[in-house]
């Protein structure tokens, strides 16, 4: 007879259901996807009642929130704006502005970093100009845009340009050298040229790394996008932001920072979702995405 069948029946049944606890607080189950919005539309609601309640009451702790306008004042002015035909313009035109620079980065980084991961000799033509431009703050390279380019128009979307291919560029080289060479050589074995290889197997195996580049330089394209307007644009998110603080229009430079905060989590979110698709096949844990 085994060690458990010479235990009494309670004795065996008790170590078994605490066995049964154990495993589940040790296996930490997926809230529903209702719970975790629920979540999230509070953690927002929260932070909205929190800035009425300080603005409203003129709280001066180390922060002064005397000087911001209130949750109220902020709706009004958002309302007023969505009315005009000026704030769609603004919106559009920082759209264009962005995904231009950024659809060119994107072609240009992905063609940079796979040239210079796979050919020893790009790399040593590009590699050293390329490093020492990278450390340049894009926003810095203002001045030169506009000196470089006829219209200012043409100096945005260069600046937005150079703010997205860097990271780009940089996760796509290091996604190319991080390839297991096993994986070209059995194609090779195999008879595959270097264009087969290259779309079989190259570009299938760096689209993670692609699209955590492409991630990153979405955000920095938007920072960039946005400085440049506040610098020397004519309409754009920024420039109105920018020429409401001028006008001491409080509510509506809050209204230009939450515009700017949409624009940016919606455009990488779209990001994320085309990454998502186009790597379905990669393992993923249950629940991540969402």
């Known amino acids: 007879m085994t060690s458990a069948e010479t235990l ?16 589940r607080q040790a296996v930490v189950l997926p809230r529903p996807r209702k719970a975790r919005w629920a979540v999230r539309v509070a953690s927002v609601a929260v932070a909205a009642g929190l800035w009425q309640l300080l603005t409203v009451t003129d709280a ?11 949750l109220d004042e902020i709706v009004r002015e958002a309302a007023k704006q969505l009315s005009t035909k000026v704030y769609l313009l603004d919106l559009v035109q ?8 950024f659809g060119l980065a994107t072609v240009a980084g992905i063609a940079v970093g796979i040239l210079v991961g796979r050919s020893g000799r790009t790399r040593d033509v590009l590699l050293p100009l390329l490093e020492a431009v990278r450390p340049i703050p894009a926003i810095a390279l203002v001045p030169v845009a506009i000196l470089l380019f006829p219209t200012d128009e043409q100096g945005i979307v260069f600046i937005t340009f150079v703010a997205a291919f860097f990271p780009i560029m940089v996760s796509t080289r290091h996604a190319v050298r991080a390839l297991p060479t096993l994986w070209e050589d059995a194609v090779r074995t195999l008879g595959g ?4 290889v290259l779309w079989n197997v190259v570009l299938p195996g760096i689209l993670p790394g692609v699209f955590g580049g492409l991630s990153v330089g979405m955000g920095v394209s938007w920072i960039c996008v946005i400085s440049a307007e506040m610098i020397s644009g004519d309409f754009g998110i920024g420039y109105r ?7 001491v229009d409080y509510p509506a430079v809050i209204v230009g920072m939450i515009t700017i905060g949409l624009l ?3 455009t990488s979110a779209a990001v994320e979702l085309v990454g998502r698709r186009v790597t379905r096949w990669l393992p993923r844990a249950e629940g991540s995405g969402r």
């Not at 078994?16 to 606890?21: D, S």
């Not at 920082?94 to 620079?101: D, E, K, P, Q, V």
């Open 241 to 247: 932001t920018w020429q409401s603080y001028t006008l």
């Open 60 to 70: 001066r702790l180390w922060l002064r929130f005397d000087r911001l306008p209130s």
């Open 94 to 101: 920082s759209l264009i502005r962005i995904l231009t620079g």
């Open 264 to 266: 940016g989590w919606l």
């Open 8 to 23: 009494p029946r309670d004795e065996t049944g008790s170590r078994r259901a605490a066995a049964a606890t154990a495993v």
């Open 193 to 196: 040229g270097r264009r087969h």
